[in-house]
């Protein structure tokens, strides 16, 4: 059974910096897609970043892109999010997702599976 755990949220200053870290259990790992997603209360799941775990390529949001990265620890099946220069926008649910994506958007909420519980992140201003 695929098993996605988020890990590593919490309450911040804007300016200040989390790391979300995402285990990934029951699935073949290296053919994987493994992203983050964020939800603020009344809008849209968006994509934040993703990482494709075989070839390393990297993905990100506009709104994220020099603030957050996005990295694997294969030994360990697990992805993280460093998150830094955080902004009170960023506040929201972020969860894990994992898919096997054939040709289709890295940010696309349909193109994964498979989904962890959530992890709150809340950035005070």
């Known amino acids: 059974q695929v098993q996605l755990v988020e890990s590593g949220g919490g309450s911040v200053q804007a300016g200040g910096s989390l790391r979300l870290s995402c285990a990934a259990s029951?699935?073949?790992?290296?053919?994987?897609?493994l992203a983050w997603f964020r939800q603020a209360p009344g809008k849209e799941r968006e994509g934040v970043a993703a990482?494709?775990?075989?070839?390393?390529?990297?993905y990100y949001a506009d709104s994220v892109k020099g603030r957050f990265t996005i990295s694997q620890d294969n030994a360990k099946n697990t992805v993280y999010l460093q998150m830094n220069s955080l902004k009170a926008e960023d506040t929201a649910m972020y969860y894990c997702?994992?898919?096997?994506?054939?040709?289709?958007?890295?940010?696309?909420?349909?193109?994964?599976?498979?989904w962890g519980q959530g992890t709150q992140v809340t950035v005070s201003s």
């Open positions: 029951g699935y073949r790992y290296s053919r994987n897609c």
């Open positions: 990482i494709y775990t075989g070839s390393g390529s990297t």
């Open positions: 997702a994992a898919g096997l994506l054939y040709g289709g958007s890295w940010s696309s909420v349909y193109e994964y599976k498979y």
